[in-house]
């Protein structure tokens, strides 16, 4: 019989979320829950995990929370189909990475490429807190405790889930087929795979600073979009132009459809047509930045005033993300019972076990 599908991805409520965010996985969880496809849908917030390089300033964590939860509904998650939850609300999922501890060694944590990119990233070379070195651990119980068969993430976590397949097929060859492995799924589009940021940097990242937010205003928008890094060497309107790094043509790449055209630039059919003007020469950057202001406005004007309308009601929206914990415990909790079972450590549900221990010493 065929195992049902389930979805289990989140973010670390560190700060809003961005429009990285957005194309990388937001949208495409939108439109899998409205799929029908998918038995369980897990939508978390990591703040247990976000705590592991901000031990120090709680408060950016508890605040960000509800930021992360108001950016959830407002792209369109949805209460009745997925179950919205916060990571430390669910106890079983330390004790689950506890467990998953014993499976994984030092050096093979070293060499995971992500845990690696992101120990630079904060400057953690010379001292890296154990919580965060574990990372990958502990992602790998989130995503094993609601028996998660497929994460829709980007590419910079291809190695996290590799290492989640690792442990659940060490703890399924030790203990017995227990726990599912899960499967990455990718954005379809390559632009969505890894957007960069405003400044051209690698990554948009809420602490580079380099970020649209879904919840930035029309002007915020078109202020960092005004801005943003494209050829520098395309000096004149009349000098070609490149595309490659240039950050203009690989948002539109994330964002734009044929039909933009139609609405806000008529001149071209297309986005080829846009990027073979602007290679040969005669097309100046500020043109291009205001149609894909034009471009990203459509997009994120409803998903700004959907979010305007759910903050009108905080306790609600606490009230929901509540209501998911509870849920996602129940799941959490069955998984961690029949993780105990394979483990041979529910010592008071082993009647079995009570039995032989009693003909052992009474005889």
Request: aromatic share 10%.
């Amino acid at each position: 019989m065929e195992k049902e599908k389930v979805i289990l991805t989140g973010d670390r409520p560190t700060g809003k979320l961005h429009i990285g965010h957005y194309v990388g996985s937001l949208r495409r969880r939108v439109e899998l829950q409205n799929s029908g496809l998918y038995k369980k849908i897990f939508v978390f917030e990591a703040d247990a995990q976000a705590l592991t390089d901000n031990i120090d300033n709680p408060e950016k964590v508890r605040q960000n929370v509800i930021e992360v939860a108001l950016d959830y509904l407002a792209v369109g998650l949805d209460p009745q189909k997925s179950t919205l939850f916060i990571q430390s609300q669910i106890p079983e999922l330390c004790e689950l990475s506890f467990y998953f501890m014993d499976l994984v060694s030092v050096s093979r944590l070293q060499r995971n490429p992500t845990v690696k990119t992101e120990i630079q990233l904060r400057n953690f070379e010379s001292s890296i807190p154990v919580g965060f070195f574990t990372y990958p651990i502990s992602q790998a119980a989130d995503i094993t405790a609601f028996k998660a068969t497929t994460v829709p993430v980007g590419e910079d976590q291809e190695p996290m889930l590799e290492q989640a397949r690792e442990i659940v097929r060490r703890f399924n060859y030790i203990y017995g087929e227990t726990l599912v492995e899960p499967n990455i799924l990718l954005p379809e589009n390559c632009a969505c795979k890894r957007l960069p940021g405003t400044d051209g940097k690698a990554k948009m990242s809420k602490s580079l600073g380099n970020c649209i937010y879904l919840a930035d205003s029309a002007d915020e928008v078109w202020q960092k979009v005004r801005s943003m890094y494209t050829d520098p060497t395309h000096l004149k309107v009349s000098d070609p132009g490149k595309l490659e790094g240039n950050c203009v043509f690989t948002y539109l790449d994330a964002f734009c459809q044929d039909e933009h055209f139609g609405r806000y630039l008529p001149e071209y059919a297309n986005l080829d047509e846009l990027k073979a003007h602007y290679t040969r020469g005669g097309l100046g950057d500020m043109k291009v930045k205001k149609f894909l202001n034009a471009v990203l406005q459509e997009e994120l004007t409803p998903i700004r005033e959907r979010r305007a309308e759910f903050a009108k009601d905080i306790p609600a929206v606490y009230d929901i993300l509540k209501r998911g914990c509870e849920k996602a415990r129940e799941t959490a909790a069955q998984t961690l019972d029949e993780v105990r079972r394979a483990m041979k450590i529910n010592y008071f549900e082993d009647a079995a076990l009570i039995e032989e221990q009693s003909r052992r010493f009474n005889g």
